[in-house]
């Protein structure tokens, strides 16, 4: 909260600092080097009685305006640490009101501090945590594989429902029978596989349970070329 406790030199009422609101302070070095640049250019001045900070108008000579509630906190932060003086007394007008206000003064050292500032990198953002890699895939010929494609899977109709199945060059195959108005598929072993509702169906499972993505299939009725006798 604040109270009016006297009229300002230029009579303006003056809003007191309490407990509930005191000066703001800032630890923020891009804000420090921009009230630093202020002061040099066009000029700060505060009037001592009130407490208010000023910034000269280079439009008009011996004018100035208030800065914000901000920068006049931070003005009297970097005075208090002595990163700013006060200087000599100006007669100034403002807000149709005319009288003294002292100049604030940039110290070199306090130069030289913001001139390193600008020298150094700036703080780079964050990196982003890289993805999680994915999980090694399981060896070749496990169901579980990473799978790659067994390319052109060849299937041999040997006899009416019985087929034999190549699995292009990876070396594995299978036997597909006809049973019960379905299609029984076993491996190279003769063990069961699963059952499929047509040649190619149980040759892309006899792929996927080798681990294997299936490629395209060709059908060679091989019964039909050549006949038994």
């Not at 000269?56 to 901000?70: I, M, N, W």
């Not at 003005?75 to 807000?95: P, W």
Request: aromatic share 2%; proline share 10%.
């Amino acid at each position: 909260m604040t109270g009016t406790v006297q009229g300002a030199l230029f009579g303006d009422p003056v809003a007191v600092e309490t407990p509930e609101h005191g000066p703001a302070a800032t630890q923020d070095p891009r804000e420090v080097a921009r009230i630093v640049a202020l002061a040099q250019d066009p000029g700060l001045f505060v009037i001592e009685r009130s407490g208010l900070v000023l910034r000269a108008d280079p439009a008009r000579p011996g004018c100035a305006d208030a800065v914000s509630r901000h920068d006049g906190d931070t003005v009297v932060q970097l005075l208090d640490t002595g990163h700013l003086r006060l200087g000599g007394s100006h007669h100034l007008h403002h807000a149709r009101q005319e009288g003294p206000a002292r100049s604030v003064l940039v110290p070199k050292q306090t130069r030289d501090m913001v001139s390193r500032w600008a020298h150094l990198r700036p703080i780079p953002e964050p990196t982003p945590a890289p993805a999680p890699a994915p999980a090694p895939a399981p060896a070749s010929g496990s169901r579980k594989a990473a799978q790659r494609s067994t390319g052109l899977i060849g299937i041999d109709v040997v006899a009416p429902g019985k087929a034999l199945v190549v699995l292009g060059d990876t070396g594995h195959g299978g036997t597909v029978l006809r049973d019960k108005g379905r299609y029984r598929v076993e491996n190279d072993h003769g063990a069961l596989v699963g059952h499929a509702s047509s040649y190619r169906a149980a040759a892309r499972l006899l792929a996927r349970h080798h681990g294997y993505t299936p490629g395209p299939v060709e059908i060679d009725h091989e019964h039909r070329l050549h006949p038994r006798r």
